[in-house]
């Protein structure tokens, strides 16, 4: 199982990224996706979910600015990142889950500074 990120990098505050998220090794449409965070010397967070139904889930800190969605198509995730602030500042991980089945990603860094 291969989950690879990519989009990430250096952005002003109130910038826009787009992650993806490639996926291998699994039955993608059966797999709930979803996006976390891990701010430096902080715990990993959840930062946006969707299921295989393509329902979808954001932490309130993201709401309003963050889009996920998939393309099963492609065995791909995204995360659209709009009005990006410090906060957001973080490595971020691609996870998939389907009942006791769980992959990560190796992260891909995003850092939000003027």
């Known amino acids: 199982v291969q989950l690879v990120e990519s989009g990430g990098g250096l952005v002003q505050p109130g910038g826009s990224l787009g992650l993806s998220c490639a996926a291998s090794?699994?039955?993608?449409?059966?797999?709930?996706m979803g996006w976390y965070r891990q701010a430096p010397g902080e715990q990993r967070e959840l930062v946006a979910r969707?299921?295989?139904?393509?329902?979808?889930n954001l932490a309130d800190s993201v709401k309003g600015r963050f889009t996920i969605s998939r393309d099963n198509a492609k065995n791909m995730v995204y995360l659209q990142m709009n009005s990006l602030k410090p906060e957001d500042t973080g490595v971020y991980y691609c996870?998939?889950?389907?009942?006791?089945?769980?992959?990560w990603g190796q992260g891909t860094q995003v850092t939000v500074s003027s």
């Open positions: 996870n998939a889950y389907f009942v006791q089945n769980e992959y």
């Open positions: 090794g699994i039955t993608f449409s059966l797999y709930g």
């Open positions: 969707i299921t295989r139904g393509g329902s979808t």
